[in-house]
T-cell receptor
Framework: DAKTTQPPSMDCAEGRAANLPCNHSTISGNEYVYWYRQIHSQGPQYIIHGLKNNETNEMASLIITEDRKSSTLILPHATLRDTAVYYCIVRVAYQAGTALIFGKGTTLSVSS | DTAVSQTPKYLVTQMGNDKSIKCEQNLGHDTMYWYKQDSKKFLKIMFSYNNKELIINETVPNRFSPKSPDKAHLNLHINSLELGDSAVYFC????????????FGSGTRLTVV
């Protein structure tokens, strides 16, 4: 089961910032938060990950609260091509390895 | 060059048949995965291999048998196909067993009729 909670859907106007929240209240101290997205029926695409500090790359910024119980993915200037399902993920540990377990995600609709 | 390539892209077959899906990655990654995405769009982990060794088998029916001949390839063979096997199957690879940098293939849409 996914260890994160996200709103099922959000809307954003093109050119505006899209702020996607995620709750991960049971995250352990050394576990990262990962964000992926899936555009239409393509394979999911890695966006960003973080532990406790804010992170930024060419795609997005990730803001993690000080208590690490929630985070926000920020797409600074959303475009129509950013319409996708966004997944906030904390890894699940198995006996011999770990894997990303995808929840329901947030469907972001960007409109002009 | 496609980083993670899956073949075939579409597969339509009858119940009871046996079929295989192939996956290859040219990223030099050590870990590969099979995920299943059903009609409700949930992505579920099925298997994971690290350097050709099975490390995750997520209670998948034993009709599904993964094989990794080398760390660049992970194939999925499915015996006695059932209607419920209809889904999109995604192969992925990652540099290690951390959660970043997964690269997914474009998926194989399997339809069992």
């Amino acid at each position: 089961d996914a260890k994160t909670t996200q709103p099922p859907s959000m809307d954003c106007a093109e050119g505006r910032a899209a702020n996607l929240p995620c709750n991960h209240s049971t995250i352990s101290g050394n576990e990262y938060v990962y964000w992926y997205r899936q555009i239409h029926s393509q394979g999911p695409q890695y966006i960003i990950h973080g532990l406790k500090n804010n992170e930024t790359n060419e795609m997005a910024s990730l803001i993690i609260t000080e208590d690490r119980k929630s985070s926000t993915l920020i797409l600074p200037h959303a475009t129509l091509r950013d319409t996708a399902v966004y997944y906030c993920i904390v890894r699940v540990a198995y006996q011999a390895g770990t894997a990303l377990i995808f929840g329901k995600g947030t469907t972001l609709s960007v409109s002009s | 060059d496609t980083a993670v390539s899956q073949t075939p892209k579409y597969l339509v077959t009858q119940m009871g048949n046996d079929k295989s899906i192939k996956c290859e990655q040219n990223l030099g990654h050590d870990t590969m995965y099979w995920y299943k995405q059903d009609s409700k769009k949930f992505l579920k982990i099925m298997f994971s291999y690290n350097n050709k060794e099975l490390i995750i088998n997520e209670t998948v029916p034993n009709r599904f048998s993964p094989k990794s001949p080398d760390k660049a390839h992970l194939n999925l063979h499915i015996n006695s196909l059932e209607l419920g096997d209809s889904a999109v199957y995604f192969c992925a690879s990652s540099p290690g067993t951390g959660g970043w940098g997964y690269t997914f293939g474009s998926g194989t849409r399997l339809t069992v009729v």
